[in-house]
């Protein structure tokens, strides 16, 4: 089953969002549940916390309807709206679409690359 996964992202502000998660995760998950939510996953980062939740995809309007519940409304209404983000796909640690580059590393007094000597050209006298 394909899911289309949406995510719920608080960040610490002034109270820490964990202390957001243990208020409102029961309500959100029951929620999430009762509305069409095959899959969810709460993730603790350095920055806060994530809640990713996966709607089948042939369910249209599931998101909608889940996003528009008094619960839902309340859960984020408590949010300080500086430190919540709500978007499509999975957040927290999934990670970019393009691959990260690889960094150069910064070195000071660092020893000179090599340079190969130019080769010597000889004039024949005739």
């Given at each position: 089953m394909n899911l289309t996964w949406w995510s719920i992202e608080v960040r610490d502000g002034e109270t820490p969002a964990r202390q957001w998660r243990d208020s409102w995760s029961s309500s959100l998950l029951e929620a999430a549940v009762t509305h069409g939510a095959h899959d969810f996953i709460w993730q603790a980062e350095p920055f806060g916390v994530v809640l990713e939740l996966g709607f089948a995809e042939h369910e249209t309007g599931a998101w909608?309807?889940?996003?528009?519940?008094?619960?839902?409304?309340?859960?984020?209404d408590a949010v300080d709206p500086r430190t919540l983000y709500v978007y499509p796909g999975r957040g927290g640690s999934a990670g970019a679409g393009l691959p990260r580059r690889t960094p150069r590393p910064i070195v000071e007094d660092a020893a000179?690359?090599?340079?190969?000597?130019?080769?010597?050209?000889?004039?024949?006298?005739?």
């Amino acid at each position: 089953m394909n899911l289309t996964w949406w995510s719920i992202e608080v960040r610490d502000g002034e109270t820490p969002a964990r202390q957001w998660r243990d208020s409102w995760s029961s309500s959100l998950l029951e929620a999430a549940v009762t509305h069409g939510a095959h899959d969810f996953i709460w993730q603790a980062e350095p920055f806060g916390v994530v809640l990713e939740l996966g709607f089948a995809e042939h369910e249209t309007g599931a998101w909608d309807r889940f996003r528009q519940l008094p619960a839902v409304v309340a859960a984020l209404d408590a949010v300080d709206p500086r430190t919540l983000y709500v978007y499509p796909g999975r957040g927290g640690s999934a990670g970019a679409g393009l691959p990260r580059r690889t960094p150069r590393p910064i070195v000071e007094d660092a020893a000179p690359l090599p340079v190969t000597p130019a080769p010597l050209l000889l004039a024949r006298a005739t």
